[in-house]
């Protein structure tokens, strides 16, 4: 079966980075495109950035562009969101995506950004 384990999130404080990671298992990895979604206590949970299959194209949402970077290892199954300059609007609880014949989450891994 597909499953999602996400890691790496947790406090840091206005400006510094983390690195959360997503290992997959379940499916082919390396033919999906992967996404990671983030949700804030009382908000929706929105886009944060997709990786294509092979990496090679990304986007992402407008609040972490030049911030973030979405990359992805398919020798490892894992793909990975680099958070650099974190404001504590970034503060939420981070899910690693994939549709592959329906949908899959994460657990979803804590990010607080706090002084």
């Known amino acids: 079966q597909v499953q999602l384990v996400e890691s790496g999130g947790g406090l840091v404080q206005p400006g510094g980075s983390l690195r959360l990671s997503c290992a997959a298992s379940?499916?082919?990895?390396?033919?999906?495109?992967m996404s990671w979604y983030r949700q804030a206590p009382g908000k929706e949970r929105g886009l944060v950035a997709t990786?294509?299959?092979?990496?090679?194209?990304?986007n992402y949402a407008d609040s972490v562009k030049g911030r973030f970077t979405i990359s992805r290892d398919n020798a490892k199954n894992t793909v990975y969101l680099q958070m650099n300059s974190l404001k504590p609007d970034d503060t939420a609880v981070y899910y690693c995506y994939v549709r592959y014949f329906g949908t899959y989450w994460g657990q979803g891994t804590q990010v607080t950004v706090s002084s």
């Open positions: 990786v294509s299959s092979t990496g090679g194209s990304t």
């Open positions: 379940g499916f082919t990895f390396s033919s999906y495109a």
